[in-house]
């Protein structure tokens, strides 16, 4: 039977071995470590009690209620898993019973709200539907980085090449940013005007602790030798993403954030990644953005529970998730 807990500390070295191998860089126990004691990090046992896969979530509060989650900043829970099976069908029922182990993990916090996204390469939604989860569907935007440059330039849209273009012939130049303390501020600033709440700290420990030569890079666009827009990214060994941009918004200029993003678009090509993903967003203005940059639509899933009458009240406020 397969068994689902969290990870002791005597497992730790086994879990970063086997992430190392299947997991993405957000199911890394150091991207852990930036969220602090609101994280848990879990792993997937076989019958013999072997470690052959993780995920990780965090445990936080909403209205009173334990809120179960995503962590911050984090696209997914980031569940990976060894599927060792060789037959198609053998593997289907390998999948079923580790989505199964998970769902259960999950279904012993009854009192309390919980919303999970999985990774968009998990379709198998059944054993979350039987352990009572509601199945609610999300997309993002991925661009194939194994295209020509110029296929991937033809297909932005008409208005962002426009802007592109704009932004060039109007001075803006983009200079890689390796000290990413010159990050922080304009990224704060652009989530305070948009009035969306993050936890500052977080920021801090991505861009301070985590973020390093070798897993990320950012790119600032200047004018007259004044940064007026940033974009953060980081990545593993096959995908880019966008975690952060910024802009001042005082000097604001339409084309910096977007010269910026395709610019970290190319970057992520020439470093031999596949796939540069946008993280998805259902807020529309962002989503008009992201879709701009001419990615292909993949959608991934998130799987929610809550008490009945907590249900109700979350169906009144967040009738789109619940």
């Keep these: 039977m397969i068994e689902v807990r969290e990870i002791l500390p005597n497992e730790i070295s086994a879990y970063i071995q086997l992430q190392n191998k299947y997991g993405s860089l957000f199911a890394d126990s150091a991207w852990a470590a930036c969220f602090g004691s609101e ?5 997937i046992f076989n019958n013999s009690k072997t470690l052959i896969g993780g995920f990780i979530f965090s445990k936080t509060k909403l209205k009173g209620y334990p809120f179960y989650t995503n962590i911050p ?6 569940l990976f898993y060894c599927n060792p099976a060789a037959n198609v069908a053998n593997r289907l029922s390998a999948d079923k019973e580790i989505l199964d182990a998970v769902a259960r993990f999950f279904r012993q916090f009854r009192w309390s709200v919980q919303r999970y996204c999985l990774p968009p390469e998990i379709k198998d939604m059944q054993p979350f539907n039987w352990n009572g989860f509601k199945v609610i569907p999300h997309l993002t935007y991925i661009v194939d980085l194994q295209k020509n440059e110029n296929v991937l330039y033809a297909n932005l849209s008409a208005k962002l090449r426009n802007n592109l273009k704009k932004a060039k012939s109007d001075g803006v130049v983009l200079k890689q940013i390796t000290d990413y303390r010159q990050c922080e501020p304009m990224i704060l600033n652009t989530y305070a005007r948009q009035e969306i709440g993050i936890n500052s700290e ?7 602790k ?7 890079f950012a790119l600032g666009a200047f004018r007259e030798e004044v940064m007026i827009a940033v974009s953060f990214f980081l990545h593993d060994k096959h995908t880019a993403y966008y975690m952060f941009g910024g802009f001042n918004n005082e000097l604001k200029h339409e084309g910096a954030g977007a010269l910026s ?6 970057i992520a090509k020439s470093k031999g990644l596949t796939v540069f993903d946008f993280e998805g967003s259902m807020i529309p203005r962002i989503e008009k953005y992201f879709r701009g940059f001419g990615g292909e639509i993949v959608n991934y899933l998130t799987v929610n529970r809550a008490p009945f009458f ?7 406020i967040k009738r789109a998730v619940f």
């Design 310 to 316: 907590m249900e109700i009240v979350l169906k009144l």
């Design 202 to 208: 977080h920021i801090r420990n991505i861009l301070m």
């Design 39 to 43: 994280v848990h990090l879990c792993g």
């Design 210 to 216: 985590y973020g390093n030569p070798d897993n990320s």
């Design 261 to 266: 993003v395709w610019e970290g678009i190319c």
């Design 73 to 78: 900043f984090t696209p997914s829970i980031a």
